[in-house]
């Protein structure tokens, strides 16, 4: 087998992996939210988020989960949840519980570095090429030039 076929499967699956994981993630935890387990209801209430707060979070958290698990709707879906997970994060840090942080933080970055690896162009910013200092100069001085004339 081309070896630049297998690292292409190999690196799909991997993606694939890396997505699946923290979409189900958070879909579990939304869904014991919807179900008001209650020691998820307690540190939720003792964050500042019960009753309809906390039916809100679970709404969140499931829709952007489910916008990120369909790859038709992932653009969207990875914008969600880097929201989600980001208020989750600062959340954390607010109350001081730094160590509760690190897991949205590492769902994340799983969820990035999956899309990454299934979708490279979701950071083509990275790879627009630069051109040459010497580019840069001419291109002002055509410009300068233009305005001149």
């Given at each position: 087998m081309d070896r630049e076929v297998t690292q292409s499967r190999t690196r799909r699956i991997a993606g694939s992996l890396l997505i699946v994981l923290p979409g189900l993630a958070l879909a579990?935890?939304?869904?014991?939210?919807?179900?008001?387990?209650?020691?998820?209801?307690?540190?939720?209430?003792?964050?500042?988020?019960?009753n309809g707060?906390?039916?809100?979070?679970?709404?969140?958290?499931?829709v952007s989960a489910l916008l990120f698990l369909f790859s038709r709707t992932r653009s969207l879906g990875v914008l969600m949840l880097s929201a989600f997970l980001?208020?989750?994060?600062?959340?954390?840090?607010?109350?001081?519980?730094?160590?509760k942080a690190m897991a949205p933080s590492v769902l994340l970055f799983l969820a990035w570095i999956g899309t990454w690896l299934r979708h490279p162009q979701v950071l083509w910013s990275l790879?627009?090429?630069?051109?040459?200092?010497?580019?840069?100069?001419e291109n002002r001085d055509r410009g300068l030039a233009s305005r001149i004339a």
């Open positions: 579990g935890s939304a869904i014991v939210k919807f179900a008001h387990v209650p020691g998820v209801v307690s540190q939720m209430a003792a964050l500042g988020f019960s707060k906390l039916t809100l979070v679970a709404t969140l958290e499931i980001g208020g989750v994060i600062c959340t954390h840090v607010q109350f001081g519980e730094y160590s790879d627009a090429p630069r051109p040459a200092t010497s580019q840069l100069a």
